[in-house]
Nanobody, 127 residues
Framework: QVQLVESGGGSVQAGGSLRLSCAAS????????MGWFRQAPGKEREGVAS????????SYADSVKGRFTISHDNARNTLYLQMISLKPEDTAMYYC????????????????????WGPGTQVTVSS
């Protein structure tokens, strides 16, 4: 079993920055592939960034490339999403997700690949 808890969301103006954190606990092997997803009102949940904990390879949605950076601190069992140059269209509930994975199947931005989910943290970007 894996538990995920996000933090760090908030309200910022366009052009601002936020860093999201996801504290993870539970079976390590079950969270070797981790990702950040977001869902805006009336829209489907979409993959933002993913990382393979075992090797460090990452993947990003085109809409956030160059602005968002995903990372993982193994000692703290914490996943991060550094977000800069935020835009109003980044406004959404952000979720941390995890699943077992190997180098050939992770990173992944497909939500249905993931088993474990956090409750989410809200990010609001005003113009």
């Amino acid at each position: 079993q894996v538990q995920l808890v996000e933090s760090g969301g908030g309200s910022v103006q366009a052009g601002g920055s936020l860093r999201l954190s996801c504290a993870a606990s539970g079976d390590t092997a079950s969270r070797r592939c981790m990702g950040w997803f977001r869902q805006a009102p009336g829209k489907e949940r979409e993959g933002v960034a993913s990382i393979y904990i075992g090797g460090g390879s990452t993947s990003y949605a085109d809409s956030v490339k160059g602005r968002f950076t995903i990372s993982h601190d193994n000692a703290r069992n914490t996943l991060y999403l550094q977000m800069i140059s935020l835009k109003p269209e980044d406004t959404a509930m952000y979720y941390c997700a995890a699943r077992p994975g190997s180098w050939w199947s992770c990173p992944s931005l497909r939500q249905y690949d993931y088993t474990y989910w956090g409750p989410g943290t809200q990010v609001t970007v005003s113009s």
